[in-house]
């Protein structure tokens, strides 16, 4: 434990981080060639994350912004003060700041697999906010979902922004929501922010950004095996490709080849067809019915439910 500035506490547990190396091999042997989604986020590729949530066509984190903004008062009445605030992949810690005011919780533990970026992100976060008490975890939590000691007393909230959840395949989605109701007890909460199913055409609009931020973020993972695992991926031959799978209501990210040919990772030759992809992400999406069932499987009543006038995006509130 090493405090930073008086209301910000740091506490590691040095999450084992995953062999990429043995992820990536493993994942380009197999006859569908692919690769966990968790290693686009070097540091390149948070950065490159963080230009998505910019990008107009990407409308995500501006719809869940504003239903922040809309219902703060209302989240907080339902939560009630002097809760403890859990926040499971913190990164940024950009959203949860639309809540703070509204919600004053008696502390708040941001968790993070990236030490350095959690420790930033927190002390900026304990001068923004200097009343509020901030115990940061350090932890991958995937595979651990802790809470650090001297976390005082409160009801436990998990706070879950963003979709992420849409990136887990659906066992892995309901295993993770009920670790969550496991850690936060009975009459404890879960705010969670889920993308929700709807037209093609928007949604493929959303991971084809104009500027190409997304075919780079995509990209980057070719960059980072070239970089780390002495691989000789030549960029030019490999295009970013993104589509709404219907039938699996799922977004599905591959790199595809663009020509028959032979790459080097890590000493090991691997060959591709033209037009042979890589899958290298799914985004599952939600009706707010099938999210409601889901939580319910897990141990959750949802207690309310809010959405954007064109039903983009949904924000629900649990409790056990
Ligand atoms: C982090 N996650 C919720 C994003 C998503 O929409 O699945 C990652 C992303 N991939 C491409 N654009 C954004």
Redo the contacts with the bound molecule.
Sequence with gaps: TCPNTTNVSFHDYQPELESFRHAVLHGLAHEHKQIP?KF?YDERGSQL?EA??EQPE?Y?PHVEKQLYRDYAPEIATLIGAESVLIEPGSGSCEKVQLLLDALRPAAYVPMDISGDFLRQSSAALGETFPWLHIHAACLDFTRELKLPQHVPQGRRVVFIP??????FDLPEAQHFLFHIAQLVGKGGGLLIGV?RKKDKAVLET??NDAAGV?AD??LNLLVRINNELGGNFDLAQFAHY?CYNEAMGR?E?HLTSLTAQRVQVAGKTFSFREGERIHT???YKYHPAEFIALASAAGFTCEQHWTDPANLFGLYYCTV
């Design positions: 989604p686009f994350f998505i949530l990407y995500v963003g979709s992420s959840l849409g990136n993308d959303a991971y997304t973020f995509n993104a977004i990210m992400e799914n985004s």
